[in-house]
């Protein structure tokens, strides 16, 4: 599904910046980063590891704070506002071990609230959606990675919000397993019409799901590349060797490879 047109962005961030520290030693983290995002787009970011991914994306749950202005649906927000109108799957799938798999993906519900019986029938219908059907009572430690990623994933789309935001979900996965997860949340987000920020350091996962891979530079990021993918949809591994497939991939991966250089000289200087 191609993006929808609509009035206006779900969210607009324009010149972002974020430094860290305490004056003595300080990290700009990111710099004057400008990015809206379209109700019901898929957007992947992807840039070389510390050029500050999970910061933006802290920022953009209001988690942390910022300079520059943030708009959600037109309007101005400080921080704090943002926490109501994010879903946010942070980079560890954080899973609590001594709940059953149910009770996990309820606990947002519930911190809003909800009662467990009602927060557990919403999220009884999902199960098989989610393919864990039978493991509603399991703990987090009886499941494979790729289910506890789909826990976790579930979690952040029954918290439902304007915007999801995650952070490298697949990460940590098998290649096969990630691959059979990326169609699976392709589909999802399909069908449940939903606007996706997706941080990945991969360069063919970024192309594969979104309708737009921005790259981002070396720490402090900013928005290198902000590209269009015009591949259609629905798509299936086949996409992933056709000609406009490879003859983007060849276009970020230089992006990517150029800003990681950078990132790595970085990162010998720092003591
Ligand atoms: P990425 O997710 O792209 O790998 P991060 O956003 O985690 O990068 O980090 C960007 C930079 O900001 C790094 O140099 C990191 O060390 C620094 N940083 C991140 N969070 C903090 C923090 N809470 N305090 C100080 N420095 C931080
Ligand atoms: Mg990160």
Redesign the pocket.
């Known amino acids: 599904m191609a993006s929808r047109p609509s009035d206006r962005p779900i969210i607009e961030l324009s010149n972002v910046s ?1 430094t ?2 305490d004056g003595q030693r300080t ?1 700009v ?2 710099e004057n980063v400008n990015l809206d995002i379209q109700p019901g787009e898929f957007v992947t970011l992807i ?12 920022i953009v749950a209001g988690l ?1 704070d910022a300079e520059g202005s943030i708009r959600f649906g037109g309007k101005p927000h400080n921080g704090c506002d943002l926490l109501g109108k994010v879903a946010f799957m942070p ?1 560890k799938d954080l899973l609590l071990p001594w709940r059953r798999v149910i009770d996990n993906a309820i606990l947002p519900l519930q911190v809003e609230g909800m009662s467990r019986r009602q927060a557990r029938a919403m999220a009884d219908e999902l199960f098989g959606e989610f393919g864990l059907a039978g493991f509603e009572n399991h703990y987090p430690h009886q499941l494979s990675g790729g289910m506890r990623q789909r826990v976790a994933l579930m979690r952040t789309f029954l918290f439902k919000r304007d915007l999801m935001l995650l ?2 979900p697949f990460g940590a996965l098998d290649a096969l397993t990630r691959m059979m997860m990326q169609r699976w949340l392709l589909d999802i987000w399909q069908r449940h019409n939903r606007t996706i920020l997706f ?1 990945t350091h991969d360069v063919d996962e970024a192309i594969f799901l979104g309708d737009r891979v921005v790259v ?1 530079t070396a ?1 402090p ?1 900013s928005i290198k590349i902000n590209r269009k993918i015009d591949l259609g949809r629905p798509r299936g591994a086949e996409i992933t060797t056709s000609r406009e497939f490879l003859e983007i991939k060849k276009e970020l991966l230089a992006a990517v490879e150029e800003e990681s250089m950078k990132s790595f000289r970085i990162a010998q200087q720092v003591p």
């Open positions: 974020k860290f520290g990290v983290a990111i840039g070389p590891s510390g050029c500050g991914k999970s910061t933006l994306f802290n942390l980079q952070d490298e941080i981002m720490r990021g």
